[in-house]
């Protein structure tokens, strides 16, 4: 590889083609980092082995915090001396992702002088992820990010940083306010964010909309999504523009999962009681079709990627909540909830055992009871088809008579 010591004919391979490779960027990083250098040899290794070069586990951190620092530690410092600590600091990233260049600047010093001159913009927990630094330089280096005013993020058996989509910043889909909720959940969450005391990790991705920019519906513990509650905004002249462009019937109706749109004579309806808001439609014609305007949130609980057991996405365990920044007993609600949730958590779960997975072994009923909540037809593991509960034990006797007659 030009400008390294070491050789690398594997990797050289993934600079060919028309995009942009991270060996490249490797590279570059290495033309100023010896250790980084070294990561360069040992990523070859992995690939001439089929096994990754690193050991899991390890302890780094810095003072006063049990979280924030992901240590790693190679298994051939011999050959590779630079990465025999080449740690990662996850850094608490700004709500919306919003930086001024100045700030970059200045935190890319710091990763130059202190690690290995790579950043991670962002981790898939959202945070700004600071790579290749060793145990004597933690100190220096998270003393120099709050000085910029930056906190340490989350790892390990901790609450991982709070995160959201860009939301009313820059969004016209956005139901709530994703950046307010976000930062005041962070601010009362420090405490299980930096000190882990969980059984494992617990994410919480606020996302303005069923888009879900973040994908917080899909790997978050605990996901809040921006819906309305009436009905989709239609607005007939827009709609016989887009008319004029494609087949609305063909492109748009057709594909509603739900079936519940129609477009005669020139004019869409929407039968709204039928609708799962799943966007495809207000994607497709956003002059035309527009969310309600009773917004607020939904709540799914249990979303992971695989780990223990296989993935799973989160299911509906609020199916709307009034949501609204100005009104603190809003916010109070979810903090009682997600309380709640911790203590069943804390009280149940195993070892390593994501929230989703404990929900999944000990039944959502028990689930709910624990948490006070009462079931809802909206708790279902596929739309209309496969409920979690059995809901006889909920039925009132004139229900029961009905269920008899047939
Ligand atoms: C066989 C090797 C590895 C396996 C099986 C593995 C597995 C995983 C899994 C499953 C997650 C996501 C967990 C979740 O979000 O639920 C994860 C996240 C992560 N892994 Fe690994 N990993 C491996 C190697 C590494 C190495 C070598 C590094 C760093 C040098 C690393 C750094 C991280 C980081 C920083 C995250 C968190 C990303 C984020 O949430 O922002 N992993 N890993
Ligand atoms: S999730 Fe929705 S509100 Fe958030 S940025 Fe994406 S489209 Fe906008
Ligand atoms: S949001 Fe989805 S389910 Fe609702 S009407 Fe549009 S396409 Fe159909």
């Not at 980084?36 to 690939?47: F, P």
């Not at 200045?106 to 927990?125: M, V």
């Not at 990790?201 to 819906?227: M, Q």
């Amino acid at each position: 590889m030009a400008g390294t010591k070491h050789k690398t004919p594997l990797l050289d391979d993934l600079k060919e083609g028309k995009w942009p490779s991270f060996v490249k960027e490797l590279e570059r990083a290495a033309q100023k980092s010896p250790r980084t250098e070294d990561l360069i040899g040992l990523l070859e290794n992995s690939y001439r082995d089929h096994v990754p070069h690193w050991k899991h586990g390890g302890m780094a951190g810095v003072r006063g915090y049990g979280a924030g620092i992901v240590g790693r530690f190679s298994d051939s410092p011999e050959d590779f001396p630079g990465t025999q600590e080449y740690h990662t600091a996850r850094i608490n990233q700004i709500e919306g992702f919003f930086y001024t260049s100045d700030i970059l600047r200045k935190l890319a010093d710091i990763c130059d002088e202190h690690a290995g001159g790579l950043f991670n913009f962002h981790g898939s927990t959202g945070d700004i992820q600071i790579l290749g630094f060793k145990q004597e330089e933690a100190e220096e280096l998270f003393q120099k990010c709050t000085h910029l005013g930056f906190d340490l993020g989350g790892s390990g058996s901790a609450l991982r940083t709070p995160s959201c989509c860009v939301g009313p910043a820059r969004c016209e889909w956005a139901n709530y306010d994703t950046l307010h909720l976000t930062d005041n959940l962070t601010r009362e969450y420090q405490n299980e964010l930096h000190r882990p005391t969980f059984n494992y990790k617990f994410k919480i991705k606020c996302a303005g909309c069923p888009n879900d920019c973040i994908a917080s519906g899909a790997r978050s513990d605990l996901s809040i999504v921006g819906v309305w509650k009436d009905n989709i905004r239609i607005d007939q002249k827009e709609v016989a523009e887009y008319a004029k462009k494609f087949d609305i019937k063909k492109y748009v109706v057709d594909k509603c999962p739900t079936h519940c749109m129609d477009y005669t004579d020139g004019k869409l309806t929407i039968d709204d009681s039928n609708c799962v808001k799943c966007m495809h439609c207000i994607n497709s014609m956003p002059k035309a079709l527009r969310p309600g305007l009773e917004k607020g949130a939904q709540i799914r609980i249990g979303a992971k990627v695989p780990m223990v057991q296989g993935p799973r996405l989160g299911f509906i365990l609020i199916p709307f909540y009034d949501v609204n920044k100005d009104k603190e007993e809003d916010y109070a609600f979810l903090k009682d909830l997600i309380q709640k949730i911790w203590d069943f958590w804390d009280e149940y779960g195993t070892n390593r055992e994501r929230v989703g997975e404990l929900i999944q072994r000990v039944g959502v009923g028990n689930f709910l009871e624990a948490i006070g909540l009462d079931p809802l037809p909206e708790m279902v593991e596929y739309p209309r088809a496969n409920p979690f509960i059995k809901f006889e034990e909920y039925l009132v006797p004139d229900d029961e008579e009905e269920g008899k007659e047939g």
